[in-house]
Antibody, heavy 123, light 107 residues
Framework: EVQLVESGGVVVQPGGSLRLSCSAS????????IHWVRQASGKGLEWVSL????????YYADSVKGRFTISRDNSKNSLFLQMNSLRTEDTALYYC????????????????WGQGTLVTVSS | AIQLTQSPSSLSASVGDRVTITCRAS??????LAWYQQKPGKAPKLLIQ???RLESGVPSRFSGSGSGTDFTLTISSLQPEDFATYYC?????????FGPGTKVHIK
């Protein structure tokens, strides 16, 4: 059974930093691209970032570029999101989501999602 | 960035109704479109990928169609468990984008 479990969400002050983690199981982790997607309370879905199966390629939404860094440790089946210079508008539930198999030539869609971890940026 | 619009933003329907949701892309995306269902307090669930390919385990009352810029999600006979918010997503280019969602209410 595919499982994605996020952790690390807390209350942090504006300007602060946070590192989110996503632990994966039930599939060959290093065969797949993995994404972060966020959702502010009562709002829609916003794609945040992607990392390729080998970690060599990363992409970011303009809203987080230069502040967030995605990384992965395939030996530990884990995904990370380092979040710096946090703003109140970064407050959201952050999901990790499994993307397509490497070599598929596609950037999506996302066939499995975790349950999310809540990040609150507030003074 | 490719913008996605959805219509309607919300709708009220009864069990057994046929429901159609549309998604329009600001530029052509071929068939690189997915539909997700999200229930309150839950993660989104992939229903359809490549505009019309039903995910394994998704009831056949769900169907998708379209290509280029115009797409539809149809629920042929609405069931009680289908009351949820539905999002389209394009995955042809970065940044990946989602539509704003369509909330399906009980009439």
């Amino acid at each position: 059974e595919v499982q994605l479990v996020e952790s690390g969400g807390v209350v942090v002050q504006p300007g602060g930093s946070l590192r989110l983690s996503c632990s994966a199981s039930g599939f060959t982790f290093d065969d797949y691209t993995i994404h972060w997607v966020r959702q502010a309370s009562g709002k829609g879905l916003e794609w945040v970032s992607l990392i390729s199966w080998d970690g060599d390629s990363t992409y970011y939404a303009d809203s987080v570029k230069g502040r967030f860094t995605i990384s992965r440790d395939n030996s530990k089946n884990s995904l990370f999101l380092q979040m710096n210079s946090l703003r109140t508008e970064d407050t959201a539930l952050y999901y990790c989501a499994k993307g397509p198999l490497y070599g598929s030539g596609s950037y999506g869609p996302f066939d499995y999602w975790g349950q999310g971890t809540l990040v609150t940026v507030s003074s | 960035a490719i913008q996605l619009t959805q219509s309607p933003s919300s709708l009220s329907a009864s069990v057994g109704d046929r429901v159609t949701i549309t998604c329009r892309a600001s530029q052509g995306i071929s068939s690189a479109l997915a539909w997700y269902q999200q229930k309150p307090g839950k993660a989104p669930k992939l229903l359809i990928q490549d505009a019309s390919r039903l995910e394994s385990g998704v009831p056949s009352r769900f169907s998708g169609s379209g290509s280029g810029t115009d797409f539809t999600l149809t629920i042929s006979s609405l069931q009680p468990e289908d009351f949820a918010t539905y999002y389209c997503q394009q995955f042809t280019s970065y940044p990946l984008t989602f539509g704003p969602g369509t909330k399906v209410h009980i009439k």
